[in-house]
């Protein structure tokens, strides 16, 4: 069992930078993936970048990719995302969530929603001026 907890949203102006965290706690001894999601509204919940504790693998996707950095401090059991230049259409909640396996096969099926098994309860960004 592991637990989520994402904080760092806010409102920010287009081109500026977030420093979004998830903080997990449980089972955090063995090796797992975390990802980061966003759900714009209207809109499904997808999966924009992810990172393997093994080795500290990372995935992007394409849209994110050059903007977003993803990392961990596993001392600190947090995952962080970084968030650079950003978009009005990057405004949306972004969860965080935690999937039990570490394996990444560097494709987008490491950001599908179905692969993660335990959620955070989101935290709100807002790209406008």
């Known amino acids: 069992q592991v637990h989520v907890v994402e904080s760092g949203g806010g409102l920010v102006q287009p081109g500026g930078s977030l420093r979004l965290s998830c903080v997990a706690s449980?089972?955090?001894?063995?090796?797992?993936?975390y990802g980061w999601f966003h759900q714009a509204p209207g809109k499904l919940r997808e999966g924009v970048a992810c990172i393997s504790t093994w080795k500290g693998i990372t995935y992007y996707r394409s849209r994110v990719k050059g903007r977003f950095t993803i990392s961990i401090d596993s001392a600190k059991n947090t995952v962080y995302l970084q968030m650079d230049n950003l978009k009005p259409e990057d405004t949306g909640v972004y969860y965080c969530a935690a999937d039990l396996s570490p394996y990444l096969s560097n494709t987008d099926d490491d950001l599908e929603r179905d692969r993660y098994d335990y959620w955070g309860q989101g935290t709100q960004v807002t790209v406008s001026s």
């Open positions: 449980g089972s955090t001894l063995d090796h797992r993936t």
